[in-house]
């Protein structure tokens, strides 16, 4: 059975840029969640989204966005990239609604310049 | 997202078992208590999950009071592969909030 697989795993943008990142779960599971990881700041939550629709939301600025489509897949976006977005992007799946094991991917390693 | 509260960081030498507690101050009745182990560079994976009790599998043991407000990994004779962060989620909605976790330092 696949893991979680996000895409691209580096990139590297310039400030004032916008980026998507993407997120493909594992076969079957419908709750996808994102993830920012900063040294010292551990993984803050960005929002979790379930059957296509954001179900929870951490608190970060409207700069950063996602969407699920039909078949589970998520993307997320930040616009106007600021150096502090520099970060590992992490997503996550979990089987369903509640389900209590989270799956990460390997993650996005976000460079600003 | 009520945040599940853990120590910052702690040394121990190979060998020795390392034990970190978490609060759960605001857990649900229905939520389980869940870890997770991180290496550098990866994402967090799922070592060991109860709801009461004690839970034992092949990585390590949780410890969880009758009243569910804290939990305790114990990790058995810790070798230098155990050097990582180590983070307790709450459950239910809670699952999602990680927190800064508690970052394990094996020494030879």
């Known amino acids: 059975k696949a893991g979680v697989t996000q895409t691209p795993r580096y990139l590297i943008k310039t400030r004032g840029q916008q980026v998507t990142l993407s997120c493909s779960p594992i076969?079957?599971?419908?709750?996808v969640s994102w993830y920012q990881q900063t040294p010292g700041q551990g993984l803050q939550f960005l929002f979790e989204y379930f059957s296509e629709t954001q179900r929870n939301k951490g608190n970060f600025p409207g700069r950063f966005s996602g969407r699920q489509f039909s078949n589970s897949r998520s993307e997320m976006n930040v616009s106007t990239l600021e150096l502090g977005d520099s970060a590992l992007y992490l997503c996550?799946?979990?089987?369903?609604?509640?389900?209590?094991?989270?799956?990460f991917g390997q993650g996005t390693r976000l460079t600003v310049v | 997202l009520a945040k599940t509260t853990q120590p910052i960081s702690m040394d121990s030498y190979e060998g020795q078992e390392v034990n970190i507690t978490c609060s759960h101050n605001?857990?649900?009745?229905?939520?389980?208590i869940t870890w997770y182990q991180q290496f550098p560079s990866q994402g967090p994976r799922f070592i060991i999950q109860g709801y009461k009790t004690k839970v034992t599998n092949e990585v390590a043991s949780l410890f969880i009071p009758a009243d569910r407000k804290s939990s305790t990994l114990s990790l058995p004779r810790v070798s230098l592969s155990d050097t990582a962060v180590y983070y307790c989620p709450g459950g239910g909605n809670n699952r999602l909030a990680f927190g800064k976790g508690n970052q394990v330092v094996v020494i030879p």
């Open positions: 996550a799946s979990t089987g369903g609604w509640g389900g209590t094991e989270a799956f």
């Open positions: 605001n857990i649900a009745t229905n939520d389980y």
């Open positions: 076969s079957g599971h419908r709750s």
